[in-house]
């Protein structure tokens, strides 16, 4: 399990490095006016649609199901199950997506009221139209992906996102670099190429999926529905996070700036937290699937180390994010028409969602649980609870504390969710980790501490900003790699990690 929980991590650590750099430029060429509001909401609503189906979530409702095909009647009737629920996926997403271009006004006047009566309106309206085309191959690669997951092919699922972080560079990089173009036209084109990079991505995983899903057909029999009725709750449930933020946006629509400096401070938190729940959840879900199937005896030992990875990488990242936010969102953003005032309000939102890190990841790590015994109802209230306190959250907030209000209201909603999936497992006596786990997570959180105290200690040497991009980055990668290096080291002194057994976990199947 190790060794293919690092895989997805490894694929899922480049694609958001590559969103890091595109975010970046985006930051650079769009700035935090009007169109940048407009474009990132259009592009989270867009977006939000293909982590709901890509990333780890659809994948949750079908490797069991699949599964259990698999081992109770064979790999042929799995092979034709599979082709049903693409052939048939792929039809609704195409429906859907239909659909939502043509009430697209509508969504956009609801969830983001603010831009009524301004040209964020329309512009995000024509942005979202013309990345709709991504949402038909967005069910197809779900689908793709969840298959080569459960026959253990996780490379395919975990690096092909590259390729639609890599179209939108390509194309910020020409804008930044031709003729100077209106940010309203550059969004716009930028929009366009959102549709093309989900084609692509949608070629690649066809390749090897393909094979293992035949004959093409759309069906509603009652394996394909069954399936259909687990994943969608099963699919809004994976996607907490993503939802929270977009349930935040109803509030911060209405003060100028607010959608663009949530969005890039709550990018840099889905870098840990990516690995966290693609890596983790991905795997966790086929793991604990065959445990089940098998008896179930070794489903803690997997949820126990599942939370120690998770845990492991999340509160060290939630602390260091908060310390290093100034220094973090003045190098990747600070650039172009992002102003030094964007940049606090940037910084300042990174801080407060940087405390609900934690909560996300648990969450991610959690539901697995429920998923490989295909029951979907606990994680669904706790998503779509989490989703509710966001927002009344938010609309409260916003008024009194702008940008930092939007922000704690997605803290309070991540938290919610994380504790109602708690209350369900212990509610069926499923909340449980071994004896080590309960050993190391607190010297996890003591190391994690004592790391961040050491980088707030050195955080001086950053100076204010100004010392030039060079010095700037060499000078908080030496902070990040101290801080690292004090971690690592406090968890081998600690008897959490050891090298040795890590090294042989790589080289098992």
């Known amino acids: 399990m190790i060794r293919q929980i690092a895989t997805v991590a490894t694929g ?31 592009f989270q609503l867009v977006n939000v649609a293909r982590r709901i189906l890509s990333e780890g979530a659809f994948n949750a409702a079908f490797v069991p199901a699949y599964l259990r095909l698999r081992h109770q009647q064979g790999e042929q009737v799995a092979t034709v199950f599979a082709g049903r629920v693409l052939a048939t996926v792929s039809a609704l997403t195409v429906v859907a997506t239909v659909v939502l271009g043509l009430i697209l006004p509508v969504v956009v006047g609801t969830l983001a009221p603010g831009f009524s009566g301004h040209e964020s309106f329309q512009i995000a309206v024509d942005a979202g139209r013309l990345m709709l085309p991504y949402l038909a191959f967005v069910g197809p690669v779900a689908v793709l992906m969840a298959l080569l997951n459960a026959n253990g092919q996780v490379a395919w699922s975990a690096f092909s996102p590259l390729l639609f972080n890599a ?21 716009m084109l930028l929009a366009i190429t959102v549709g093309a990079a989900g084609l692509l991505q949608a070629c690649v995983v066809m390749l090897p999926g393909a094979r293992a899903a035949k004959p093409f057909r759309v069906s509603a029999d009652g394996d394909v529905i069954r399936l259909l009725r687990r994943a ?7 996607s907490g996070p993503q939802l929270l933020v977009l349930a935040a ?9 607010t959608v663009a400096a949530i969005y890039f401070a709550n990018r840099l938190i889905e870098l840990p937290l990516g690995i966290v729940g693609v890596g983790a959840g991905t795997v966790v879900v086929t793991r604990l699937s065959e445990a089940q199937r098998e008896g179930g005896h070794e489903s803690i030992a997997i949820l126990s180390r599942a939370i120690e990875f998770g845990m492991g990488l999340a509160v060290p990242a939630a602390i260091g994010l908060a310390v290093l936010a100034s220094p973090v969102v003045d190098l990747l953003f600070r650039h172009g028409a992002f102003s030094a005032d964007d940049a606090a309000r940037c910084a300042s939102a990174l801080v407060l969602l940087a405390t609900a890190l934690p909560a996300h990841a648990l969450t991610k790590l959690l539901a697995p649980r429920f998923f490989a015994r295909e029951r979907t109802q ?29 922000a ?8 919610t969710s994380a504790l109602i999936l708690a209350i369900g497992l212990a509610s069926t006596g499923d909340l449980a980790i ?26 001086p040497l950053m100076g204010g900003g100004d010392g030039g991009f060079v010095r700037e980055a060499a000078l908080l990668g030496l902070l990040i790699a101290l801080g690292l290096s004090i971690y690592v080291m406090l968890l081998r002194l600690f008897g959490v990690v050891d090298f ?9 199947p």
């Open 12 to 42: 899922t650590l480049s694609s958001r490095l590559l969103g890091f750099i595109r975010d970046a430029l985006i930051a650079t060429l769009l700035g935090t006016g009007a169109a940048a509001d407009a474009f990132l909401f259009a």
């Open 167 to 187: 179209g939108l560079i390509a194309m910020t990089l020409a804008l930044l670099i031709g003729p100077t173009q209106t940010a309203p036209r550059a969004a």
């Open 232 to 238: 969608l709750p099963a699919t809004l449930a994976q």
């Open 249 to 257: 946006a109803v509030a911060a629509s209405r003060s100028p700036g």
């Open 378 to 406: 606990w994680p669904l209230l706790s998503t779509l609870s989490g989703v509710l306190v966001t927002t009344i959250g938010a609309v409260m907030l916003q008024r009194q504390v702008g940008d930092n209000g939007t």
């Open 408 to 415: 704690l209201a997605i803290a309070a909603g991540a938290v």
């Open 434 to 459: 071994d004896r080590e786990a309960r050993q190391r997570l607190p010297l996890i959180c003591v190391a994690a501490i004592a790391m961040g105290a050491a980088l707030l200690a050195a955080k």
């Open 500 to 508: 040795g057994a890590i090294t042989r976990a790589f080289r098992r």
